[in-house]
């Protein structure tokens, strides 16, 4: 399989810190990849390095064949980038952003209305089209700027925290532009923090902690990597966590995990049987007089994957404990 990226020993550092730090990574053709890791990682590093915006340290980087300290321009020319945050001219229209990029590409003025045209009217903007983009929202401002970096077609589009900020009806909407690329032979890689949508997304995911890759393999693989299903307990009272989770400590190693907000207590089964598992520890439960509000053996998430492997919580479950602490406290008040 002919690969998009191919990084061997990469390095990038910014004074003392290691940003990169002998990072070894793949990317297959025709995949949507997702990088994963906690802030700081290296994950938009990574990105900047492979749209040639930073120069690494060390080590080889080669996009679609091309070198990327070596050919840098050959590189622009097969990817499109975008950031965190929308790039666009808020001056300007939405057809006249297009257009401008187009024509930063080299094309001529009529190609480059013929695919501000297309852009606008594949990513449901052709009503819009003609408004200054100071009059867009936020996720309509987020596809303009997606479709500015898919006006020269791409063989690859780097993607660096795409939906941060999005409502979720945006977000949802960007996620179906971007399963659409790969028909259209656009290869995406993309990093992100919220797992769902990795989950979601990817059909491979490396998951990078200090500057190198920790692993790496489709989302069912990692989560394999957990070991089995996961028992997982809601409490009425949240007074009665930790005695669920002093009855689940020890029944087979695993620590369980707890979530004070969600009054959920989860512990992986590893090599036990499900069943087996889930009786064992109703009858832990049952001994602390804690009243359930629900039980459940699933697999485990991309999440849990994350705090396994690098040791921190990811964004998405930190922002579901603090909306849930919020509403806590609103509801007391």
Not at 25 to 46: C, D, I, S, Y
Not at 205 to 226: F, N
Request: hydrophobic content about 40%; glycine content about 10%; some cysteine.
């Amino acid at each position: 399989m002919a690969l998009t990226i191919e990084a061997r020993g990469l390095v990038k550092r910014f004074g003392k810190k290691s940003a990169l730090d002998g990072l070894d990574l793949e990317v297959e053709q025709g995949q949507v990849v997702a990088v994963l890791g906690p802030n700081g990682a290296g994950k938009t590093t990574f990105v900047r390095s492979v749209a040639t915006l930073l120069r690494p340290d060390s080590g080889e980087l080669k996009v679609a064949g091309f070198d990327v300290r070596r050919e840098p321009e050959a590189v622009r020319r097969v990817i499109g980038l975008a950031g965190q945050f929308a790039a666009v001219e808020p001056a300007l229209t939405g057809r006249e952003n297009l257009e401008m990029v187009a024509r930063l590409f080299g094309q001529r003025a009529k190609q480059a209305k013929k695919d501000a045209d297309r852009i606008l009217e594949q990513f449901g903007l052709a009503d819009d089209g003609n408004r200054l983009v100071r009059t867009y929202s936020g996720g309509m401002r987020r596809k303009l700027d997606l479709g500015a970096s898919l006006v020269s077609a791409p063989r690859l589009l780097l993607l660096d925290e795409p939906t941060t900020g999005l409502d979720p009806r945006s977000r949802l909407d960007l996620w179906d532009m971007i399963d659409s690329l790969l028909e259209r032979g656009t290869d995406v890689l993309l990093t992100t923090q919220y797992l769902d949508e990795a989950d979601r997304l990817a059909s491979h995911v490396v998951i990078i902690d200090q500057g190198r890759a920790v692993a790496s393999g489709t989302p069912s693989e990692l989560k394999q990597r957990v070991g089995g299903r996961v028992f997982e307990v809601h409490v009425r009272d949240r007074a009665d966590v930790p005695k669920v989770a002093a009855a689940l400590t020890g029944g087979n190693g695993a620590q369980p995990q707890v979530d004070l907000a969600t009054r959920c207590v989860s512990v992986a089964a590893g090599d036990q049987d499900a069943a087996q598992w889930l009786f064992a520890g109703l009858r832990a439960i049952e001994g602390t007089g804690a009243e359930l509000a629900d039980i459940s053996v699933r697999e485990p998430s991309l999440d849990e994957v994350f705090l396994a492997l690098t040791g921190q919580r990811t964004k998405e479950s930190q922002d579901a404990e603090e909306a849930q602490l919020v509403g806590t406290k609103a509801k007391s008040a």
